[in-house]
């Protein structure tokens, strides 16, 4: 069994080697090479201990020297280098209280948390599996190494992760990781917001986020989501605009194929993704409810708007006009008018009813609008409140008032999007202000 590593790896290993030390990769990139997957990081095992390993190279961060942890930079690219270690018991489920460095790597295997993950290789001994891990990636399963309820009592985290390494690779959880998974799936409630959050939406943005629902039926997202939980009792787990949001999960994965979706479609954007799947996932529990569930997963501010934000939307109807349109961009905003759009298309193509059309039409309305630049906000009007100020207006509310009339006319009329044409129409408008009393 070859694997092909990369320079900067084996430039790592061999330095470590020249200087009497072990060092292998390990763990994922290990993983995804026997699976014929392009790993997205390379991690290094090495009997040196963290201060040899840093006296070794130029250019060295120290991202966790109290697990062994040392960053070795090579150019712009950064390799995690961490000494053989013994975990000692897990404090929080999650961070072993003390870590304890081993000249073996078997116990440094013997330490990860599935076989998959507990192998290693370098050129000259080739693969290590102690754990028979390259069978179970052979079977496609995910099994803990050693007995699975001391794997999960140590560290809770595990058991969402077993959830997320089968959504990924689209592996099946061995019966006896199973059955300890569900066994001890309360004690994730002790494991970081955070932590549950990074594997939450690993498991979101996976092949096979359906594998949520098993989280489910395993009584993991009864302790970090039971929004999620309610749903699926609350019946059909729909959405009442086309296929079930489970489904709608899976379909975001895919690109859509239908052309006219794929200049909206910015979906391989990791974080534009995961707005769509939180979306798509929580709508039916409500904005409230959303905006409850993703504080709690400490999601950033940013993604919490936007998926708030959507969800308020979900549902809005727009006639199929072009007015229709620009007055939904107008009220919505450009931006989360394409996000709605993407949703719409991902929950009802490939799709030959009356709803893949108005989708279809909606889109390439919006497109129209966008590529003519017309006008479906303030900051688009030909006019500023300055100008109307220029021309003898006074700050205030009428003066918004009279932009927001402009901007409608605007917004039905695109070619009243001049400034001479919306500069005589303020003036008619001021007449009418002055003739009602209100100030000028
Ligand atoms: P990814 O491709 O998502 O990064 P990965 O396998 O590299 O997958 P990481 O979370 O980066 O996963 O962890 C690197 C390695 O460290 C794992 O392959 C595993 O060997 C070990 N590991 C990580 N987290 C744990 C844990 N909670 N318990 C035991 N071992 C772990
Ligand atoms: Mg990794």
């Given amino acids: 069994m070859r694997i092909e590593l990369p320079d900067k790896v084996t430039y790592i290993i061999r330095t470590l080697q020249a200087h009497g030390y072990e060092a292998y990769a390990v763990g994922g990139c290990v993983r995804d090479s026997l699976l014929g997957r392009i790993p997205e990081d390379w991690d290094i095992t090495t009997s040196a201990d963290p201060y040899a390993t840093k006296a070794l190279f130029t250019r060295t961060i120290d991202t966790g020297i109290r697990h062994g942890t040392v960053t070795v930079m090579c150019g712009k690219q950064g390799f995690e280098v961490t000494t053989y270690r013994i975990d000692g018991e897990y404090e929080d489920g999650r961070h072993p209280k003390q870590v304890s460095f081993t000249k073996s790597l078997k116990e440094d295997l013997a330490r990860r948390d599935f076989t998959i993950n507990a192998m290693a290789y370098n050129e000259e001994d080739g693969l290590i599996d102690r754990f028979g891990g390259s069978a179970d990636l052979k079977q496609r399963v995910i099994r803990c190494v050693g007995d699975p309820g001391s794997r999960f009592d140590e560290d809770a985290l595990r058991i969402l992760r077993a959830f997320r390494f089968a959504a990924q690779l689209d592996f099946s959880i061995e019966e006896k990781t199973y059955a300890a998974a569900k066994d001890k799936a309360v004690n994730l409630g002790r494991i970081s917001a955070e932590l549950i959050q990074t594997e939450l939406n690993k498991l979101l943005l996976s092949w096979h986020p359906e594998l949520l629902v098993s989280a489910c039926e395993a009584g993991l997202t009864a302790v970090f989501l039971p929004e999620f939980d309610r749903l699926m009792e609350a019946g059909p787990f729909g959405n009442g605009s086309g296929v079930p949001a489970v489904e709608a999960l899976k379909a975001l994965v895919c690109e859509p194929d239908a052309a006219a979706i794929r200049t909206i479609w910015r979906g391989d954007v990791p974080k534009e993704r995961l707005i769509l799947s939180l979306t798509v996932l929580l709508h039916a529990a409500g904005e409230k409810a959303a905006f409850g569930a993703m504080k709690r997963l400490k999601y950033d ?51 030959k ?19 003519r630049r017309e006008c479906v906000s303030l900051k688009d009007l030909a006019v500023t409140g300055e100008d109307l100020i220029q021309i003898g207006f006074k700050p205030g509310r009428s003066l918004g008032e009279i932009l927001g009339r402009l901007l409608m006319q605007v917004i039905e009329d695109p070619e009243k999007n001049r400034r001479e044409i919306l500069l005589a129409e303020t003036e008619r408008m001021a007449d009418e202000y002055q003739s009602k009393g209100s100030r000028m």
């Fill in 301 to 351: 501010n940013e993604t919490i708007r936007s998926v708030c934000h959507l969800i308020r939307y979900y549902g809005y109807d727009w006639p199929l006009t072009p007015v229709g349109i620009r007055m939904a961009m107008h009220e919505i905003g450009t931006e989360s008018m394409r996000l709605l759009l993407l949703l719409r298309a991902v929950q009802n193509l490939p799709g």
């Fill in 353 to 371: 009813g009356e709803e893949a059309e108005a989708v279809l039409e909606s889109v390439r309305l919006y497109e129209g609008i966008l590529r």
